[in-house]
């Protein structure tokens, strides 16, 4: 499976930050690495050219904040890749790829699974206050946990730990202090990108009745 990110676009139209040889040449590396999923071409792929020409002038002892207007096309193809993708879910390629050992996809696979479960909630009829949606970075090496806990539902994605196919970990619980709930399901990341989809599921396999999840949160104690 194939799949490409925005981010390594953004670095190459942004590479102020990567102004040792180092940093500059494991951002070509990440690129190349990128790239190379994704199927592209990497001789021909805007973000590694970029990338390479900035990691040419850092070892030149070049201005790596100064604009060259030679990146023009490079620079405006990598604009035209970032629209493009930004129109599509990131979190499956994120997941795809793994974000261990970088903190930058790390942060965006955070935000992309606090997003999506946030549908989920609205799609289940919980509001803010019905739910706690929390976020456990990890260490460097481990893509760490977001995870939404209601009063019935308990719903954690991740990249992976469990193997392909088992990002999303969900089960019922009772209340927002039971960690450990009833029996586990799992579902495969792709599940998180249509929120409709992700609400039946859980509906089904949790045996949730359409309005079980606000009516729980909302019952006297």
């Not at 460097?140 to 970990?169: D, F, K, N």
């Amino acid at each position: 499976m194939t799949y490409d990110l925005a981010f390594r676009f953004a670095r190459a139209l942004q590479p102020d930050a990567l102004v040792t040889i180092q940093n500059a040449c494991a951002a070509l590396a990440d690129a190349m690495k990128d790239a190379r999923n994704a199927g592209c071409d990497i001789e021909r792929d805007p973000a590694v050219i970029l990338l390479g020409r900035h990691l040419g002038r850092v070892a030149s002892g070049l201005d790596p904040a100064a604009s060259y207007p030679a990146d023009g096309a490079m620079r405006q193809a990598c604009f035209e890749r970032i629209a493009e993708l930004r129109a599509k879910p990131a979190i499956v390629p994120l997941a795809r790829r793994g974000v261990a050992y970088d903190p930058e996809a790390k942060r965006a696979f955070h935000r992309e699974a606090r997003n999506a479960l946030a549908a989920l909630a609205r799609e289940l009829g919980l509001v803010p206050g019905d739910y706690d949606l929390r976020v456990n970075a990890g260490g460097v090496a481990v893509s760490g946990e977001v995870t939404l806990h209601g009063e019935t539902v308990y719903v954690q994605i991740s990249c992976g730990v469990m193997g392909p196919g088992r990002e999303i970990l969900y089960r019922r619980c009772n209340g927002r202090r039971d960690y450990c709930g009833d029996r586990n399901h799992f579902a495969d990341i792709s599940v998180a990108v249509d929120a409709a989809h992700f609400a039946r599921l859980l509906r089904r396999d949790l045996h949730l009745a359409p309005e079980t999840v606000r009516q729980d949160a909302l019952a006297p104690a």
